[in-house]
């Protein structure tokens, strides 16, 4: 799930700081996110950055492109 983010925030052209702002998710919590596919968090957290992409949590799960 974590690249799939990576993906999101990328095709917008955004950075990891910009979507921790955006999404009020820390940057180290997104950086673990995107880099460690061990690394769990809440829905609640997924919720956060999932608007600030403009997707939703299931596309951040099972989309297959962006």
Not at 21 to 47: F, H
Not at 48 to 57: D, E, G, Q
Request: proline residues 2%; charged residues 25%; aromatic residues 10%.
């Amino acid at each position: 799930m974590g690249y799939k983010i990576k993906e999101f925030r990328e095709s917008l052209g955004m950075s990891k700081e910009e979507l921790a702002e955006k999404s009020g998710v820390s940057r180290v919590t997104i950086w673990a996110l995107e880099s460690n596919p061990n690394y769990t968090t809440t829905t609640k957290t997924l919720m956060k950055i999932a608007n600030a992409l403009n997707t939703t949590v299931d596309n951040l799960f099972f989309a297959k492109t962006v």
